[in-house]
């Protein structure tokens, strides 16, 4: 069993956490690919996409806002409805 730690949420709240516990979304997107790449990751009614898709058009993505000028820090508002597209902007966008 991986060990646990104790961090801080909410102002005084202690939350028991397994470690290591990645920081960042990318991250747990980066694992995710590394270790179940050919698995389902988005399914929204005909399309299916494997965490390996998901992560190439996450990419995608991402060069299109780098490109288009948005830098770390910048704020970026979604207006989507709830589809593959949002969950691949989001993703980019971390």
Same mark, same amino acid.
Not at 65 to 68: E, S
Not at 70 to 73: E, R, S
């Given at each position: 069993m991986p060990g646990v730690r104790v961090e801080a949420h909410f102002d005084d709240?202690?939350?028991?956490?397994?470690e290591p516990r990645a920081r960042r979304i990318h991250d747990l997107l980066a694992h995710t690919v590394l270790h179940r790449a050919d698995d389902l990751a988005l399914v929204c009614e005909s399309q299916r996409l494997t965490w390996r898709e998901l992560h190439a &058009?996450? *990419?995608s993505v991402a060069t299109g806002? &780098?490109? *288009?000028g948005?830098?770390?820090?910048d704020r970026v508002a979604l207006f989507q409805g709830n589809n593959p597209a949002f969950v691949i902007a989001f993703l980019a966008i971390q």
């Open positions: 709240r202690l939350v028991r956490s397994f &058009q996450v *990419a806002f &780098q490109q *288009a948005i830098l770390p820090g």
